[in-house]
Every structure is written in C-alpha cells, then in structure tokens.
C-alpha cells in the first residue's frame, strides 16, 4: 500500500515539475511575470492525486489515465507559446547558445548559460522529456483495475514506438514549414498526444480472446485491432501523412527525411487498412 501510494506522489510530482520548468522558460522568454498563471492548470492534477489516494488508492483506470491527460494539459500550453514565439523570433538565435558545445556541457547547470541556450534546443528538450516521462510515469503508477502486468508491457512498449514517431514529426517537420502551418502542425501534435491517456488498443486483449467462440459482431470479436486501426488512421499516422504531404505538394518543401517519413505514414495506413479488409473477409467467410 505504502509503495502505490509513494508511486502515485511521485508520478505527479514529475508531472509538475516538468510543467513547471515550461512555464519558467515561457516567462522567461516573453519576459512576462503573469504567464505564471499557467501553473494555474496544475490544480487539476494535485485534486486527481487527492481523489485517486484516497477513493483508489492510487491505482489508474483501466481504458483512460487522468493523471497523463491531466499532465498534457498542464504543460502543452506551455509548448504551444514557446514553439509559436521560436517561429517569430528565429533570427535572435543567430546569438544564442548551443547545448552540444564544450562550455554548455561543464556548465549545464548554471543558471545564466541555462537561460541563453537555444530556443530550439529548449524546446526539443521539453518535448524530449515530456514524452520519456510519460512513458516512465505509465510504468511508475500503480496498475489500474482490471489490467495485467502483460498488457502493461504491450502498452508501454507501444508509448515507446509511437514517442519516436511523434517526435520526429514535431522536431523534422517544424524546421522545415512557414509560419502559416505551425499552428495546424501543433493542433495535429496535440491531436496525437491523446494515445497516451487512453489505452483502448491494448486492454481489451483479454475480452478479445473471450468472446471467440460467441455470436458477436466482427467489431466485437476483434477490438483491439479495431481501435489499433482507428488510432493509426486518424489520430497519428493518416494526420501525419496529411501535413507531409501538404508541406510536399502545396508549399513545395522536399527533402530526403520528409519523403522517407511520408512514405512510411503511406505504409502504415495502407496496412492497416489491409488488415481491416482481411479481418472482414475471414469473419465473413466463417
């Protein structure tokens, strides 16, 4: 009982420290005390902790996790405001510092050097850390009801495979686009960051297994491919393919990275959605 409820402190603890050094680097950069404000969205989070101690004793829910959702909206703000004045203010980092330099490196924690660093570097770094941390805070929170220790390890190594994708796509395709698509590349980023606090790909494996010798619809028998097709075509891989292209074909940016990423978002889809027409097919045939 003690080690869920140390897990869960700590889990949202990280949470909000995280949060915290993006609105520190949001004041800092708009060179305006009120953005503090924003910690503001943190009192969700400290009352979810407060709820789930006390009536769950700190365990999550099976399908949704309203400590991660909870989280994001805490610290994607924050990435918005920085991501959207980096586009505006590119030509100041002709002076700023690099985080791969000698200096930076002895000296990483010095709080001037710390704040000269690169806008590009601090944000990369923000989205680095916020996806790592919500593939460890998954791991770290206690096991909601209802879900084994199997499907845990399926759902985690699946944050891991779909953090790469999403972060690849924020840090190739940002540097390369006008200001006039950074707002719809941030809303499909965000868009995507919703597989995180839900989980219905993974935990239905079970119920899946169950109801195979049942007269239930296709839909029913097969869930988890189902929802694992839903997730790829219209929360990460089909959005994804939809802006590459758009950079490709409208605003006539091309390059070796974008093409190779574009055509395997293409993959992906087309995939997928052979499997849903070969799993319609089988259960037919039966």
Same mark, same amino acid.
């Given at each position: 009982?003690?080690?869920?409820f140390?897990?869960?402190?700590?889990?949202?603890?990280?949470?909000?420290?995280?949060?915290?050094?993006?609105?520190?680097?949001? !004041?800092?950069?708009?060179?305006?005390?009120?953005?503090?404000?924003?910690?503001?969205?943190?009192?969700? &989070?400290?009352?979810?902790?407060? &709820?789930?101690?006390?009536r769950?004793?700190?365990?999550?829910?099976?399908?949704?996790?309203?400590?991660?959702f909870l989280?994001?909206?805490?610290?994607?703000?924050?990435?918005?405001?920085?991501?959207?004045?980096?586009?505006?203010?590119?030509? /100041?980092?002709?002076?700023?510092?690099?985080?791969? /330099?000698?200096?930076?490196?002895?000296?990483?924690?010095?709080?001037?050097?710390?704040?000269?660093?690169?806008?590009?570097?601090?944000?990369?770094?923000?989205?680095?850390?916020?996806?790592?941390l919500?593939?460890?805070?998954?791991?770290?929170?206690?096991?909601?009801?209802?879900?084994?220790?199997?499907?845990?390890?399926?759902?985690?190594?699946?944050?891991?495979?779909?953090?790469?994708?999403?972060?690849?796509?924020t840090?190739?395709?940002?540097?390369?686009?006008?200001?006039?698509?950074?707002?719809?590349?941030?809303a499909?980023?965000?868009?995507?960051?919703?597989?995180?606090?839900?989980? &219905?790909s993974?935990?239905? /494996?079970?119920?899946?297994?169950?109801?195979?010798?049942?007269?239930?619809?296709?839909?029913?028998?097969?869930?988890?491919?189902?929802? !694992?097709?839903?997730e790829?075509?219209?929360?990460?891989?089909?959005?994804?393919?939809?802006?590459? &292209?758009?950079?490709?074909?409208?605003?006539?940016?091309?390059?070796?990275?974008?093409?190779?990423?574009?055509?395997?978002?293409?993959l992906?889809?087309?995939?997928?959605?052979?499997?849903?027409?070969?799993?319609?097919?089988?259960?037919?045939?039966?």
């Amino acid at each position: 009982m003690l080690l869920k409820f140390l897990c869960a402190l700590i889990t949202r603890a990280l949470f909000i420290l995280i949060s915290l050094i993006g609105v520190w680097r949001v !004041t800092w950069v708009k060179n305006n005390k009120l953005y503090w404000f924003l910690t503001i969205l943190y009192l969700p &989070l400290v009352i979810e902790l407060i &709820l789930t101690l006390r009536r769950r004793k700190g365990k999550d829910y099976k399908w949704f996790s309203p400590a991660i959702f909870l989280f994001l909206i805490s610290i994607i703000p924050t990435i918005w405001i920085l991501e959207l004045h980096h586009q505006q203010n590119r030509s /100041s980092d002709a002076k700023c510092a690099k985080l791969d /330099s000698s200096e930076i490196f002895k000296v990483c924690f010095n709080y001037k050097i710390l704040s000269s660093v690169c806008a590009n570097d601090w944000i990369l770094a923000l989205h680095q850390i916020l996806l790592i941390l919500l593939i460890v805070g998954k791991w770290l929170m206690p096991i909601g009801v209802g879900v084994t220790r199997d499907e845990l390890s399926q759902l985690l190594l699946i944050f891991v495979g779909t953090a790469a994708d999403i972060l690849e796509f924020t840090s190739e395709t940002l540097s390369d686009v006008n200001p006039q698509l950074v707002y719809i590349i941030l809303a499909v980023w965000t868009w995507s960051m919703l597989q995180f606090p839900f989980h &219905l790909s993974v935990v239905n /494996s079970r119920d899946d297994d169950e109801c195979e010798n049942q007269g239930d619809s296709v839909l029913t028998k097969h869930r988890t491919d189902f929802w !694992t097709v839903v997730e790829t075509l219209f929360i990460q891989d089909g959005p994804f393919l939809v802006v590459r &292209l758009t950079v490709m074909i409208h605003y006539a940016i091309v390059h070796q990275m974008l093409v190779f990423f574009a055509i395997k978002n293409f993959l992906v889809v087309t995939l997928n959605i052979y499997r849903m027409w070969v799993i319609f097919q089988d259960y037919r045939s039966i």
